[in-house]
């Protein structure tokens, strides 16, 4: 009897509470990974009820689901969603919707056809019920998403609260964006109503600018190898390299005019987690204090200071940090006092999916602004 009891009060635990009168499976292909999601929702009110009831990710990063079938990178993942929603109860979900982000540009047009078409039989071979959309998004979608979760979390759309800027810096691209009191009738503002207030949003997606694509394109200047530990560092001409790089993007926005940025991104909290960087500093004592007393060791010392690093992500640390300190304090002019580092939100994962969501509700329909014309959906 008390077995019985413990099972029961276990299942309890385990299963979420549901309720909300939609279900939706959202598939995310990062730069680095595929991430699933499930998610209850509702829209009765004026702001949409969104809640996630389960996640897991892979590493397999979506370029390689030309190579290999989709099933190889997305059968685990579809097989536990598959699981957890017969635990619920839940037949099949009202929709299932794959995104792929915006590095899905910089692959060809026909391998972007081929991972889809890929990646539409292996769903539908588990849900072969439930309406599938593919898409690609734009850099300034991919962009307000992110926004649009951090201040759902922080419940901002709440009575008109003051929202914070967000910035996100992934392998292949940084993206940024703010609201703005007026629409200054540029193409990068978006727009949309929650809880009856208007929301005129700044979103800029600098593709290219991302760590992997600047390290790709410092390879070509004489100072490259002063950015890495192995035996040149430099952290003034690194700094020099990175910033000829940046300038080329021409990037100058009213940063000053927002109270607080939350970087969302996992490069960034992870880069500063290295060097041990625990909340923002000024860019000099960042660079002096905690870059320069790490990168300027030989690189042997390095790897057996770090031995539970790999060698290849410990080489770029160096590298990727003066990048990210750039960007944030020299090209968008932050001072320590407006950031925050940020992987989650009040116990939450960040989760830019729960964004496209929520602005799907808005809309009441799939956005197309900015998509690319691969889409299957």
């Given at each position: 009897m008390k077995k019985k009891l413990a099972r029961l009060l276990l299942s309890l635990v385990i299963i979420p509470s549901l309720g909300l009168s939609n279900t939706e499976i959202m598939i995310a292909l990062t730069d680095t990974g595929s991430s699933l999601h499930i998610f209850q929702y509702q829209s009765d009110g004026n702001i949409p009820q969104i809640r996630e009831i389960f996640s897991r990710k892979n590493l397999l990063p979506v370029s390689t689901f030309q190579t290999y079938p989709a099933k190889a990178s997305l059968k685990s993942?579809?097989?536990?969603?598959?699981?957890?929603?017969?635990?619920?109860?839940?037949?099949?979900?009202?929709n299932i919707e794959v995104i792929g982000l915006s590095h899905m540009q910089l692959l060809p047009p026909s391998t972007v056809k081929s991972i889809y078409n890929n990646i539409q039989n292996e769903v539908s071979v588990?849900?072969?019920?439930t309406p599938i959309t593919i898409r690609t998004i734009s850099g300034k979608q991919q962009a307000l998403y992110g926004w649009l979760e951090v201040n759902y979390q922080l419940g901002k759309f709440?009575?008109?609260?003051?929202?914070?800027?967000?910035?996100?810096?992934?392998?292949?691209?940084?993206?940024?964006?703010f609201e703005r009191p007026h629409a200054e009738q540029t193409i990068d503002e978006m727009t949309f109503t929650i809880n009856n207030h208007n929301y005129i949003v700044f979103t800029k997606s600098y593709l290219g600018l991302g760590l992997a694509q600047a390290r790709h394109m410092l390879q070509i200047d004489d100072f490259a190898n002063t950015c890495y530990p192995t035996?040149?560092?430099?952290?003034?001409?690194?700094?020099?390299?990175?910033?000829?790089?940046?300038?080329?993007?021409?990037?100058?926005?009213?940063?000053?005019?927002?109270?607080?940025?939350?970087?969302?991104?996992?490069?960034?909290?992870?880069?500063y987690h290295f060097f041990d960087i625990k909340?923002?500093?000024?860019?000099?004592?960042?660079?002096?204090?905690?870059?320069?007393?790490?990168?300027?060791?030989?690189?042997?010392?390095?790897?057996?200071?770090?031995?539970?690093?790999?060698?290849?992500?410990?080489?770029?640390?160096?590298?990727?940090?003066?990048f990210i300190t750039q960007m944030?304090?020299?090209?968008?002019?932050?001072?320590?006092q407006q950031l925050r580092f940020a992987e989650n939100i009040h116990g939450h994962a960040i989760n830019w999916a729960r964004g496209a969501l929520l602005y799907r509700m808005t809309k009441k329909s799939y956005d197309k602004l900015g998509s690319v014309d691969n889409s299957l959906g």
């Open positions: 993942l579809l097989i536990t969603a598959q699981q957890k929603l017969n635990e619920w109860h839940i037949a099949q979900p009202d588990y849900f072969p019920q709440a009575d008109g609260k003051t929202t914070v800027g967000t910035i996100n810096i992934s392998n292949t691209a940084t993206d940024i964006a035996g040149n560092f430099n952290l003034i001409h690194c700094k020099d390299a990175y910033d000829k790089i940046i300038k080329n993007y021409a990037i100058a926005l009213p940063t000053f005019k927002i109270k607080k940025f939350y970087t969302i991104s996992h490069n960034i909290f992870q880069t909340k923002p500093f000024d860019q000099e004592t960042i660079e002096q204090e905690y870059i320069n007393k790490v990168c300027h060791n030989p690189w042997e010392v390095l790897k057996i200071a770090y031995p539970a690093t790999d060698e290849t992500e410990l080489l770029n640390m160096c590298s990727d940090s003066i944030l304090y020299h090209t968008l002019q932050l001072q320590p």
